[in-house]
């Protein structure tokens, strides 16, 4: 009798630890540099933390991107969504890496 075997498709390789922090550090410091406070949020003296999330195609484009965890203040988590904008498009994730990242944005008044 005859075996039949069913081909299953391809994973892409596991990524490194060090490798995907690498990436993560390469994320963030994009969004650090596409940062900036609103004038009318700092004229008030708005501050919070906005938990970003975003999802990534294989090009680094932004697919997705939504609040996961509010400031407390619509400007600050609109303005949130408004840094991935400015700072897309990111470096291509390596092969094996998740498309979904996660990031606190601090608005902090020194």
Do not use: C, W
């Not at 939504?66 to 600050?76: A, N, P, R």
């Amino acid at each position: 009798m005859a075996r039949t075997q069913i081909a299953t498709p391809a994973r892409p390789p596991a990524i490194s630890e060090s490798r995907l922090s690498d990436f993560r550090a390469t994320l963030s410091r994009k969004l650090s540099s596409a940062f900036r406070y609103p004038p009318l949020a700092r004229e008030r003296n708005k501050t919070g933390t906005v938990s970003v999330t975003f999802e990534l195609d294989a090009n680094g484009n932004v697919t997705k991107a939504s609040v996961v965890q509010s400031s407390g203040h619509e400007e600050l988590d609109a303005d949130a969504l408004a840094t991935i904008r400015r700072a897309a498009p990111f470096e291509p994730p390596p092969p094996g890496a998740p498309r979904s990242y996660t990031f606190p944005i601090v608005y902090r008044l020194r």
